[in-house]
């Protein structure tokens, strides 16, 4: 498989980290910066250009990497040279037909949301085609991203806004946490490397325990709480402040600026 990835940014180079070490597949990567382009040659051996190939084959998968605003230009700067290409984007907030319309009227297209923890082989991503997508095309865009994590396919377009407000936006709500309890360390006074190591294994120990135990989340929550005790204080405060709600919140908010952007590029 021939995957040319245009955007050489954050999100591309978390799939490429996982995917340049599958056999038979070839990468390429459109990218604007030069100190990208060269940084992805030298850790992953990828063939780093400054402008989009004078002309596609048909066999070529091109993963649409740019952020949403940029996304038009490269659509229109492809659509004279795209000969049947397979169009696979992980942009938030553009819808197919948008993506068509500024790609010639192509509809081989599938639309992927990934996530960052893809760069270490544990990203999970919402997939979704239209109908009239061949089912070649639909295992291309799913053999990428098995190769960073795990995928989900989604019955409806609007699945991946859904997805979003989830797993593609999520890892940031998770280092939001984190920030929060780093700094809770640092300031009852560990060192800064400790606070972080404190914060690590506890998230990383809660999930291993969450998967191995296969206990809901709120019996594991109560199996810390000691009556009258600690984590009991701990949790009453974040219950006063309505943390829970603000991060519900947070996700809706997140998943509401997808179907506003989706709404504005339509209208471009
Ligand atoms: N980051 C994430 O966690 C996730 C991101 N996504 C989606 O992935 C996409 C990329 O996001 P992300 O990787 O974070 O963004 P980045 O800004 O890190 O990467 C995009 C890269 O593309 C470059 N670029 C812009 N226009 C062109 C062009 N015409 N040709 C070649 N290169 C170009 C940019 O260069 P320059 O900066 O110079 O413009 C930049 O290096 C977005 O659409 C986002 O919605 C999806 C899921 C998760
Ligand atoms: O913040 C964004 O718009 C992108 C999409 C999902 C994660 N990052």
Sequence with gaps: MNVLFIGGGNMATA????????????????????????????????TALSALPAALSADDV??????????????????????????????????????????GGTTRIVRV????????????????????????DRNAAEAIMMAVGRVLWVGTESG???????????????FHFVEALE??????????????????????????????????????????MSKGGTTERAIASFEDDRVKEAIVRGALACRARAVEMSADFSRS
């Design 183 to 224: 700094a809770v360390g640092r300031d009852v006074g560990f060192d800064a490397e400790t606070a972080r190591q404190l914060a690590l294994e506890t998230f990383e120990g809660a999930i291993a325990l969450l998967r191995d135990s296969g206990e809901p989340a709120g019996e594991l929550k109560r199996k810390v």
């Design 15 to 46: 799939i490429i980290g996982g995917l340049y070490r599958q056999p038979g597949t070839t990468i390429s990567v459109v990218e604007h910066s030069e100190e990208k382009r060269d940084a992805l040659a030298a850790k992953y051996g990828v």
């Design 113 to 136: 949301m990934p996530n960052t923890p893809a760069l270490v082989g544990k990203g999970v991503s919402g997939l979704y085609a239209a109908a009239d997508v061949a089912v070649a």
């Design 62 to 103: 091109i993963v649409l990497a740019v952020k949403p605003q940029n996304l038009k230009a490269v659509c229109t700067e492809l659509a004279p040279r795209l000969n049947g290409a397979l169009l696979v984007s992980i942009a938030a907030g553009v819808d197919i037909a948008t993506l068509s319309r500024w790609s």
């Design 160 to 174: 991946i806004d859904d997805v979003i407000a989830v797993s593609g936006s999520g890892p940031a709500y998770v």
